[in-house]
């Protein structure tokens, strides 16, 4: 259903990163976090898809951005991270697409993003990413699709008013592992744990 676009990629699929970045900018506070996205990796849904639009925008920043509840949750479990892998969700539906329709596409949609979000955790070696929404976009995917989270700072709770969070790419116990191998500096490019998920890298 999406389509991984790379940094190096970027001016072959510019037709489709900048609309998706024009619905972010609706939001300012969401956009200040993503400003700077000449390095961010894109997973957007296929041209072949009707109607339906968004994705996700991935990008490693560097910890003391977070909103200071997720960095004291990362310094307590991870605490040899400085950088970390970020990320912007969007789910962008023709407005002609209502009740349960909408429903149904939101349900496919998160389903699906969170597969490919896995596939990207196999790829490049993490067992979770720090999500950005905006509160609509929280709350939807909290009652079609329900992600799992490490640590969640809900809108209503931060300051600028959007959802932070820990999104769990693996399961707790081998999450667990996940961490005592950088704990211990191993050499881990891509742990093992995540390798053995079932998933496919697009």
């Known amino acids: 259903m999406f389509h991984y676009i790379e940094p190096e990629e970027h001016r072959l699929y510019n037709y489709r990163i900048l609309p998706f970045l024009e619905r972010i900018a609706d939001n300012p506070k969401l956009y200040e976090i993503f400003e700077d996205w000449s390095t961010a990796t894109f997973l957007l849904t296929k041209e072949s898809i009707m109607d339906i639009h ?7 920043q560097e910890k003391e951005i977070l909103h200071p509840r997720i960095q004291e949750y990362l310094g307590t479990f991870y605490p040899r991270l400085k950088d970390v892998w970020t990320g912007l969700i969007s789910l962008q539906v023709d407005e002609n ?73 693996v399961e707790m116990s081998q999450d667990a592992c996940i961490q005592d191998a950088w704990l211990y500096d191993m050499d881990v490019e891509i742990p093992i744990l995540l390798k053995q998920q079932k998933v496919t890298v697009h």
């Open 97 to 169: 697409i209502t009740g349960r329709d909408f429903e149904k596409v939101c349900q496919y949609f998160y389903y699906a993003l969170m597969e490919d979000l896995i596939a990207f955790g196999v790829k490049y070696g993490t067992p979770f990413l720090c999500i950005t929404m905006a509160p609509t976009e929280y709350r939807t995917i909290k009652m079609k699709e329900p992600w799992s989270y490490g640590k969640e700072v809900k809108p209503e709770s931060s300051r600028d008013g959007l959802f932070h969070g820990v999104l769990r790419l």
């Open 54 to 60: 968004g994705g996700a925008l991935l990008l490693k």
